[in-house]
């Protein structure tokens, strides 16, 4: 989601993104590129999904010793409720022997478009290589191998109270990736704010048009894809709609874009404690910390909102946050790293 806060107009930035697009779509077309690997409902299909007990939990970080949103009680774009799980079955070491979760995969997902697999009545004649490469497709999990029980893979963090795919087109992992573009929040004399004896750092949120929650403007990695490209590609993805920037203006943005991209830091890699996510189908994510020091980069820029975001503004980092999936757990980080306020 990261391109879609940019807006940009100017008929040479655009042509410049519209190429990087063209060579990509060659043989796929572009709504298949997009679609291929990993691009899930939510946003691009115009999944809404209404205010739950799926949105939000408290601001304070969610260790992923377990998960809570993934137990959120009505499952996101449907009146499916999952069975209820208490903290202490989830893990699969516990015992529960009548443990009987729905079974739930949405009508875009089984419609098999072409970023979702095979339904399960599949499995046996289009065998998936789990664990692993499955040819461009990257089914290997950042925790390491996961189970495979009755042919379908096993959540790696415990029990969501549902089977099947839900939203999510991949059975196992289902990669994304994350930027978090920060920068040190200043006064009007342009002096560091301070908050308990720390500076206060801020990071680029757009609000998911899907839910209406604010969220790091992360996006689905494409097959064959690394996270960096997944990053870029998103936002030259979005920054083609654009029609507002001049030439002089693409060519600021493009090179602090390029300039501060170059200098990413990972600050997670792995589970995302996701609504989406089910007994057999889940989010996994590389977060990468882009950090505009001294605000001269793209700090300078004005944020609009694009397709997939109905809002975007920098919000300061604070265990106060209230953020879709796990992603207060990244800015933690990322404000640790920084010895930022917290
Ligand atoms: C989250 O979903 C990830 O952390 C990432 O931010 C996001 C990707 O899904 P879409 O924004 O494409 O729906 O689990």
Redo the contacts with the bound molecule.
Sequence with gaps: ?FARIFRFSSPLFLHSFRNISRSSRSSQGKHILLSSA???????QAVFFTASACLLVSGSAIKMKTHIKARCAEYPGSSVRRLPVPDNKVSWDVELPDYTPVEYTSEVVLKRPVWADVPKEELQSNPIKFNGLDGIINRRSHLGDYRIVDSLPRNPVGRTGLTGRGLLGRWGP?H???PIVTKWKKDKNGQRVMKNGKPVLQFIAVQ?R?NGQW??????VNAGEVVTITIRREFAEESMNSLEATPEEKKAIEAAVDELFAGGVEVYRGY???P?NTDNAW???V?MNFHDKDGTSVSKFNLHAGD?AVGVKWIDLSSDLEL????VD?LQTTAQKHDASW
């Design positions: 989601m990993f691009h899930q409902p939510s946003t691009k289902n994304a990736a994350d998911r899907d969220a790091i403007p992360g996006g689905m995302v404690d996701d989406r989010m996994e994510t977060a997939d879709f999936a796990s992603h990244f």
